[in-house]
């Protein structure tokens, strides 16, 4: 396993910017998980999709996100209109359909001021 | 979606001592139950899972117990180590999503 890649690792932006992160799954992980963790939090789960399809997204998630995974292979996240609650650690996450087991990536570090 | 409960928050334990951590959750239909280490920096990595259908699993010195009919588990770490220091955090899956718990945070004093 070359582990699961996120970029970037750390974000700053200014409220109501627009910001895009990227995830690399391991090649051979067929589902990918987008998790939001703050601080002294648990990963809070946001959305999954097996390949490209995207099957659950959280009923917390507003509007203004919205996740790709096109041709099944890497994802990406946006954020639009970020505001000062946005800012957390997101972190990415893949598996196979045979494994239980969840790979996260390292995160990015979200800085909304 | 606080499904699983965890405590403690925080724990500190002498080097060489038992830590143990306690999770709790609700929904029967969960089928599987790990832990994951989380260090500063770091995206939380898998230390040991276990399934409803066995009431202990040991790998090393990290031991899960389970009571299905409480709806319960734990995390036994024993001979704590400093390495050891480091966020846990109980999780349960339901199909392909795992919910995970707030955390404890370990301090393992040398």
């Known amino acids: 396993d070359t582990g699961v890649s996120q970029n970037p690792r750390h974000k700053i932006t200014k409220r109501g910017q627009n910001v895009t992160f990227r995830c690399d799954p391991i090649s051979e992980h067929n589902r990918l998980y987008w998790y939001r963790q703050t601080l002294g939090q648990g990963p809070e789960f946001l959305t999954y999709?097996?390949?490209?399809?995207?099957?659950?997204k959280s009923r917390l998630l507003s509007d203004r996100f919205s996740a790709e995974r096109p041709k099944g292979s890497f994802s990406t996240l946006e954020i639009q209109r970020t505001e000062q609650g946005d800012s957390a650690m997101y972190l990415c996450?893949?598996?196979?359909?045979?494994?239980?087991?969840?790979?996260f990536g390292s995160g990015t570090q979200l800085s909304v001021l | 979606q606080q499904q699983v409960k965890q405590s403690p928050q925080s724990l500190i334990v002498q080097k060489g001592g038992i830590s143990i951590i306690n999770c709790a959750y609700e929904?029967?239909?969960?089928?599987?139950f790990p832990w994951y280490q989380q260090f500063p920096g770091k995206g939380p990595a898998l230390l040991i899972a276990?399934?409803?259908?066995?009431s202990e699993k040991k790998e090393g010195r990290f031991t899960i117990s389970f009571n299905k009919s409480a709806k319960q588990f734990s995390l036994h770490i024993m001979d704590s180590q400093p390495g050891d220091s480091a966020t846990y955090f109980c999780a349960a899956r339901r199909g392909f999503k795992t919910i995970f718990g707030a955390g404890t945070r370990l301090f393992v004093k040398a």
């Open positions: 999709f097996q390949n490209e399809a995207q099957l659950e």
């Open positions: 929904n029967t239909a969960f089928d599987y």
């Open positions: 276990i399934r409803p259908d066995v």
């Open positions: 996450a893949s598996t196979s359909d045979t494994r239980r087991k969840l790979f």
